[in-house]
Nanobody, 124 residues
């Protein structure tokens, strides 16, 4: 059917880097905005970063702007989240999501498809 599969999570020390990947089938990926959300223990799911189909429109949460970079490779049907200068507060389960929009909404309710999530743990 449709699927989003995250990979690249793991454990890293503060200041380190990780790159998350999200691979999708054509129905999920094509003409869809792709975004990353995260959910930390005791907190609600929050928007992290998103990129529109064209790749020219991006949106970032203020807490990650300047440290994280989202990109997509439409030929590979993959979206990436390069995470640099990681902090312990970045620790969370990261989810890839897709929605049929031209822009990049931060509203989780607008996203139709979700991956299973990948754990990112940043130690002090």
């Amino acid at each position: 059917q449709v699927q989003l599969v995250e990979s690249g999570g793991g454990m890293v020390q503060g200041g380190g880097s990780l790159r998350l990947s999200c691979a999708a089938d054509v129905r999920t990926f094509s003409l869809h905005t792709l975004a990353w959300f995260r959910q930390a223990p005791g907190k609600e799911r929050e928007f992290v970063a998103g990129v529109a189909w064209s790749g020219g429109t991006t949106n970032y949460a203020g807490s990650v702007r300047g440290r994280f970079t989202i990109s997509r490779d439409n030929a590979k049907r993959t979206v990436y989240l390069q995470m640099n200068s990681l902090k312990p507060e970045d620790t969370a389960v990261y989810y890839c999501a897709a929605e049929r929009g031209v822009g990049v909404t931060t509203d989780a309710l607008r996203y139709h498809y979700w991956g299973q999530g990948t754990q990112v743990t940043v130690s002090s």
